[in-house]
């Protein structure tokens, strides 16, 4: 049982590139979650989803976007990269909704320069 | 709208001190409140977590929280700290609208032998 996997753990991005973070989980839950974390900031969430096939913005959901189209997997795409994203990125599930504990993967830090 | 507050960025203590993290929200309803922890490099993991009943809660790795409603509080304690408790705390409100997560700004604590 891995719990929430995330690839890649580091990533140098040009302003202007693209990429995808990948994010998985294997405890068949139906909300994932994804999360920033800027230093003295704490999290802020960016999409979140409610199980395959639907998805909803957060607090900070500018300059990216989701998908889920299974119950495992929840990739986050940003289009064009740009400074202000860099950040440590924390991709997370839980079994349902809010009165749940979130299951949190490692993180990717992300450079945008 | 919901938010959390840490007051606290950085606060040192000896190792076999008490300890106790403060936390105050606001949320107009029934709170779902959570205590995280974070280990340089990691995700973050669940300390515990209040629904209801017992305003007292007790979670893993010694730690306790208070849940009290009339200051909108919800502080961590640890009645004897160790060095392995140096890491990042994160106290966290589960909305009451869509299913999003609001998370403190977070408290670093530091353990000097």
């Known amino acids: 049982n891995a719990g929430v996997t995330q690839t890649p753990k580091f990533r140098i991005l040009k302003i202007g590139q693209s990429m995808t973070l990948q994010c998985t989980q294997d405890?068949?839950?139906?909300?994932m979650y994804w999360y920033r974390q800027d230093p003295g900031m704490g999290l802020k969430l960016i999409y979140y989803?409610?199980?395959?096939?639907?998805?909803d913005k957060g607090e900070v959901p500018n300059g990216y976007n989701v998908s889920r189209s299974t119950t495992e997997d929840f990739p986050l795409r940003l289009e064009l990269a740009a400074p202000s994203q860099t950040s440590v990125y924390f991709c997370?599930?839980?079994?349902?909704?809010?009165?749940?504990?979130?299951?949190f993967g490692p993180g990717t830090r992300l450079t945008v320069t | 709208a919901q938010s959390v507050t840490q007051p606290d960025i950085h606060i040192t203590v000896s190792e076999g001190a008490s300890l106790e993290l403060r936390c105050n929200y606001s949320?107009?309803?029934?709170?779902?409140l959570f205590w995280y922890v974070q280990s340089p490099g990691q995700g973050l993991q669940l300390l515990l977590k209040y629904f209801s009943g017992d305003t007292l809660v007790q979670g893993i790795k010694g730690f306790e929280a208070e849940f009290k409603r009339s200051q909108s509080s919800f502080n961590l304690r640890k009645p004897s700290v160790h060095w392995s408790d140096a890491a990042e705390y994160f106290c966290a409100v589960g909305a009451n609208t869509g299913n999003q997560f609001y998370f403190g700004t977070g408290t670093s604590l530091t353990v000097i032998p």
């Open positions: 989803s409610v199980g395959a096939g639907i998805t």
């Open positions: 949320y107009g309803a029934t709170p779902y």
């Open positions: 997370a599930s839980s079994y349902s909704n809010r009165a749940y504990e979130q299951y």
């Open positions: 405890m068949n839950h139906n909300y």
